[in-house]
């Protein structure tokens, strides 16, 4: 077993505003969905719940994110008007791929209930269980809650809206714990804060939950899926540049350790993808300058993201640096020479090659042939190491 390890909930933490951002939700969404159930559990007196109720939380619209991704935006709200139980389930489906305790799938699946049995699956009062009622509160709350209206008329709506959703929509007791925390101006300051992951990272429990390498990549995976959803042509994207980043770090005589993290790497390059609009991503005709501004911020959030798991520092910098070059006229960074390594430049070799292979709107993807020799072409002009080009045609071919 290759020794390597992170730690679940700050992967899932990081992770938490892409998640927002592919779903167009507020900034800072399921972290405060999160903020909001952890602080429920707490005055509930179930400090044991904790741990669950922030993984359920940050994840509970997984399936969200997955459907819409997955079908488009106009299929999704179709499938969404007829079948309303499709995002749960996918949420639930997406969940059981993931390291985690086989509650939190149950919990992601049912947080829509509703107390008096009209949700999704009609569960009645507590058949729903404990924490999809609290995240269920929390998501409704934090929908509602609207920083730039806080005030004495706005804190009241909220307050009258609980009150009215009682024995309907939400749990007697969940209500009356949630308004008595809102007696206490510093919820609704915290709610409003610009950057609530302090808050949140104080209550999170202390207990670290580490994952091993063959755990992280399955998460990486799982991600990779809901990236290369994002545009009709990367369907299989980021695993391909995955696989091909492992094979080249195999062929240069890298360490299992090393080759891994490449794959991983690869998985993860395009996690920043999620910040760009599919209308500049698709676009078939020839991005304006504006627009291209936008498509560089993707290779930004991706190594800002990815900086933020603690045992990420290598994987952030390989997939950060895909549209770097030796020349120094990549973006974001504009890195040259020394400064791009070995194993960015794999991954950056990658992703182009896999790139040219694949269909896009505007073209159809390239022969194996065809691509190596636009790809040498890039590499006799300077762009990237001629000896790795060597080790890269060889596993190519």
């Not at 302090?198 to 991600?223: C, G, H, T, W, Y």
Request: charged residues 25%; aromatic residues 8%.
């Amino acid at each position: 077993m290759v020794e390597f390890s992170g730690n679940l909930n700050e992967i899932l933490l990081s992770f938490s505003l892409l998640l927002d951002v592919a779903e167009n939700k507020p900034f800072q969404h399921t972290k405060k969905v999160a903020y909001i159930a952890m602080e429920i559990v707490k005055k509930m007196d179930k400090p044991q719940l904790l741990e669950h109720a922030f993984q359920g939380a940050i994840l509970h619209d997984i399936g969200v994110t997955h459907s819409l991704l997955l079908q488009g935006k106009n299929a999704f709200i179709t499938a969404e008007t007829t079948n309303r139980h499709h995002h749960v389930s996918t949420g639930w489906e997406v969940a059981k791929e993931l390291p985690l305790d086989e509650e939190i799938p149950e919990i992601i699946k049912y947080h829509h209930e509703r107390w008096d049995g009209s949700g999704i699956f009609g569960l009645v009062g507590n058949e729903t269980p404990f924490l999809s009622q609290v995240i269920h509160l929390a998501d409704q709350l934090e929908l509602r809650f609207d920083g730039t209206k806080d005030g004495s008329n706005h804190r009241n709506e909220i307050r009258q809206w609980l009150e009215s959703e009682k024995g309907k929509t939400f749990n007697d007791e969940i209500v009356d714990v949630t308004l008595s925390l809102l007696e206490k101006d510093k919820m609704w300051i915290d709610l409003g804060n610009y950057d609530i992951q302090s808050s949140l990272i104080d209550r999170m429990p202390n207990r670290r939950i580490e994952v091993n390498i063959s755990q992280m990549e399955k998460i990486a995976r799982a991600f990779s899926i809901i990236i290369d959803k994002k545009s009709a042509f990367t369907h299989k994207h980021s695993q391909g540049v995955s696989e091909r980043a492992y094979l080249t770090g195999k062929a240069l005589g890298y360490d299992e350790d090393k080759c891994v993290k490449l794959r991983i790497a690869g998985y993860l390059h395009d996690l920043g993808k999620l910040v760009v609009p599919n209308e500049i991503l698709d676009k078939p005709d020839k991005l304006q300058s504006e627009e291209i501004l936008v498509i560089k911020k993707h290779s930004y959030y991706t190594k800002f993201i990815l900086k933020q798991i603690f045992s990420f520092k290598e994987i952030a910098e390989w997939a950060g640096n895909h549209h770097e070059n030796l020349l120094g006229t990549g973006y974001p960074e504009g890195l040259k020479g020394v400064d791009l390594t070995e194993e960015s430049q794999i991954i950056a070799l990658s992703d182009i090659y896999q790139a040219l292979t694949e269909d896009r709107i505007y073209r159809k993807g390239l022969g194996v042939e065809e691509a190596l020799k636009m790809l040498g072409k890039l590499v006799n002009e300077g762009y990237y190491s001629k000896e790795l080009f060597k080790t890269f045609c060889s596993i190519t071919s």
